[in-house]
């Protein structure tokens, strides 16, 4: 079984500075962990994606995650927020030993104040 | 045209009707999905194709009925529908169902049930 909880329903952050989206895990097996961001009216696109490689894991527009195994975590992270970032995003579990099954969370809307 | 492509991209119908949606994939991919996103509740899974075989059906209810014809074509036939089936239905393909391997999502068909 594999589970994945947002911890924050809603983030706003001035533009210009640190984002922090914040996501845990939980999986039987060996995970992989992906964000997708969702503008609105439009679909989901990939940010970044871990599979047991490098624990840093960095993405587009500026967005890297960490996977932290012992802390079940995988955080993303941006050093400055741009306007353009305002959008909701989705930290997604799938289990390597099975077939594709994703898992989403239930998903942070991110605010930037100009 | 590239990626994941939908139409339409907005639909109304009335609990009689049937409607077709349709997804359509330029990537080379062999797995697709259907996937039903209501508001204030994470992403479901409905459906999962691999090489145009049905590997995944999530409980859905007999009044939505997947078609691939091929591995570049889904279809999600609608009838009878009840109002709470309002939603955005989004279509995404992977490069294979097992594994880890990312999901391309389209930018979806937002459905209202009169």
């Known amino acids: 079984a594999q589970s994945v909880t947002q911890l924050d329903s809603h983030v706003s952050v001035s533009e210009g500075t640190p984002v922090l989206l914040r996501c845990n895990y939980s999986s039987s097996y060996s995970p992989s962990l992906f964000w997708y961001v969702q503008h609105p009216n439009k679909g989901l696109q990939l940010l970044l994606k871990?599979?047991?490689?490098?624990?840093l894991v960095k993405g587009i527009n500026g967005f890297e995650a960490e996977f932290k195994k012992s802390e079940t975590s995988f955080h993303l992270t941006k050093p400055s927020a741009h306007m353009s970032d305002a959008a909701e995003y989705f930290c997604v579990v799938t289990n390597n030993n099975a077939g594709n099954m994703l898992t989403f969370g239930g998903g942070t809307r991110l605010m930037v104040k100009p | 045209e590239t990626g994941v492509t939908q139409t339409p991209r907005h639909l109304v119908m009335g609990m009689t009707n049937k409607k077709s949606l349709k997804c359509e994939q330029h990537l080379g991919h062999n797995a697709m999905y259907w996937y039903k996103q209501s508001a204030k509740k994470p992403l479901e899974l409905m459906f999962v194709y691999n090489f145009k075989e049905q590997t995944e059906n999530n409980s859905v209810p007999s009044r939505f009925s997947p078609e691939c014809p091929n591995s570049s074509h889904l279809f999600l036939h609608l009838h009878t529908l009840q109002p709470e089936d309002s939603a955005l239905y989004l279509c995404?393909?992977?490069?294979?169902?097992?594994?880890?391997?990312?999901?391309?999502f389209g930018p979806g068909t937002r459905l209202t049930v009169t």
């Open positions: 995404a393909s992977s490069q294979d169902w097992a594994g880890s391997w990312e999901q391309y």
């Open positions: 871990y599979t047991s490689a490098a624990t």
